[in-house]
């Protein structure tokens, strides 16, 4: 992620997977890409490589989800987006939850997978840093 704050500037943000296919722990595959925005939130952006990468996923998943969003991680570990979802997308104070259309999304994708959060630094950090530092749009 390229930013950080709720302030829109431009930004980018890179989504990593790795999964194993036919059981076969021994030789996991990787898929990964990357969004750019003119002008974005820190939050809209990682909602948007979120669902860019679970997207992705065809079948039924046990996910670790990483992020270094912590209002991002914050709203999935308490499951705050239930609510919401519940709620017509409107927060405690009957207003329209910010980017309640990504969340929508993003909960349809959670919805059919097992998952949980980690703000660990994983294995592809350091790898992921250093490509979202010198990818350019083709």
Do not use: Y
């Not at 705050?80 to 709620?87: G, L």
């Amino acid at each position: 992620l390229s930013i950080t704050a709720p302030a829109k500037r431009e930004g980018r943000a890179m989504w990593l997977i790795e999964f194993v296919r036919d059981n076969n722990p021994s030789d996991p595959i990787i898929r990964k890409g990357f969004v750019e925005f003119a002008e974005a939130t820190e939050d809209s952006i990682t909602l948007t490589a979120l669902i860019n990468a679970l997207g992705r996923l065809t079948k039924e998943c046990e996910i670790c989800i990483f992020t270094k969003a912590k209002g991002i991680l914050a709203t999935l570990d308490t499951r705050r987006f239930e609510v919401w979802q519940s709620e017509k997308w409107l927060n405690a104070s009957q207003n329209m939850v910010k980017h309640a259309e990504l969340w929508e999304i993003l909960t349809e994708f959670l919805a059919r997978h097992t998952w949980t959060t980690s703000i660990k630094t994983h294995s592809f950090g350091q790898m992921m840093e250093t490509e979202l530092r010198t990818w350019h749009r083709a």
